[in-house]
């Protein structure tokens, strides 16, 4: 491989400068993607196209010198898969048309088989493979069982998560048997991705933030370990780093890390330091500059990236990224400040 930063530094390898990718870095904010998805004419016939979904992966490599290409897709394409009926409203999010809100609805599900059920992003993983030829790894992904399960629950977003924590608190062994099934579920498909090609994977935890310490360790992360316990964990003579990221769920960090994990993705509200310092550089950390720093002039943006890559200080098992996704409405330019600024700037910090 000619650049292979990034596993070297998710596996906690020396490395000669920090790597740097962006969660969403294939999205909106880009020209050429908002043209491809305009081509598509759905953002879920963008999802399963592979030839489309290869392009727009392959989008922001053909204009930043990034780390790592992330496979295009969405979280929810195991409820798509399930046959809850997934919609994408303009300018609302995702809608599941068939919620899930009773021990009746659950019993009704089948793990999808990705071989079939999946097929469209397993054929975009070996495709966007194909086509990188080497150039950087390529990260594969899925949402969590507890985040993927707000929207089954739910029907959509939500703000108050009113429904799923009605029936944590009042029919726990239905929400358990939920989330079994979506852990079983997402073994396989990130394992099918893992054959296709996904040389690093990561598990979205977007909503996980949003429950008490008791409630997260029993419906989140409990299912979190399960994957990692379930996953491929070795593929073409090397090791498949495997990448928790819990928004909101900084103070879990010590727990993340023990559940066999290589990396945590960290956001904006942890102090790396203080999250290096809580894993005792057991496992990588990946992270975590506040995306809206992004809106600012590119030598701000500058002083920020430095401050970052000097919280997380020497030595190896950083990756740099933003503590979220980056915004639709971000300047392409000040993502390539960003960028530009670690590979400035990251160097000493593995000398010597």
């Not at 990718?21 to 999205?27: C, D, H, I, P, S």
């Not at 300018?91 to 079939?116: C, H, M, W």
């Not at 977007?206 to 979190?224: D, I, N």
Request: net charge neutral.
């Amino acid at each position: 491989m000619q650049n292979d930063l990034l596993l070297r530094a998710l596996l906690r390898e020396p490395v000669e400068r920090t790597p740097v990718w962006m969660m969403r870095q294939a999205g909106r904010y880009l020209p050429e993607y908002r043209a491809t998805r305009e081509r598509a004419g759905s953002f879920l016939k963008l999802c399963m196209t592979p030839e489309l979904a290869c392009e727009v992966t392959l989008q922001p490599l053909a204009r930043y010198p990034l780390d790592a290409a992330i496979l295009f897709s969405d979280i929810l394409t195991i409820p798509h898969a399930l046959g809850l009926g997934l919609q994408f409203e303009t300018g609302e999010g995702p809608r599941i048309e068939r919620p899930v809100r009773n021990r009746a609805d659950v019993e009704r599900l089948r793990v999808p088989d990705p071989a079939t059920d999946l097929r469209y992003v397993i054929d975009a993983v070996s495709l966007i493979r194909r086509e990188l030829r080497g150039r950087v790894p390529l990260i594969g992904f899925a949402g969590s069982p507890w985040t993927v399960g707000t929207y089954v629950v739910e029907g959509g977003s939500t703000r108050e998560f009113s429904k799923i924590k009605a029936m944590m608190f009042s029919e726990p062994a239905t929400l358990h048997r939920l989330l079994d099934l979506l852990a079983t579920s997402t073994t396989q498909y990130l394992n099918a991705q893992i054959e296709a090609g996904a040389q690093a994977v990561m598990i979205f935890d977007t909503w996980g933030g949003v429950l008490a310490p008791a409630q997260y360790r029993e419906f989140s992360l409990h299912y979190m370990a399960d994957i990692v316990a379930g996953l491929t964990r070795e593929r073409e003579g090397r090791r498949v780093p495997v990448i928790l990221f819990t928004k909101g769920g900084g103070a879990w960090l010590p727990e993340m890390a023990k559940t066999g994990c290589d990396a945590l993705g960290v956001d904006w509200t942890t102090e790396l330091a203080d999250a290096r310092r809580s894993v005792n550089d057991q496992v990588a950390l990946q992270g975590n500059l506040d995306p809206t720093c992004l809106y600012a002039s590119p030598a701000r943006i500058r002083e920020e990236v430095g401050r970052v890559l000097a919280s997380y200080g020497r030595g190896h098992g950083h990756v740099f990224n933003l503590g979220h996704g980056i915004h639709p409405q971000i300047p392409p330019e000040h993502a390539g400040a960003m960028i530009a600024a670690v590979h400035e700037l990251s160097p000493p910090y593995h000398a010597g």
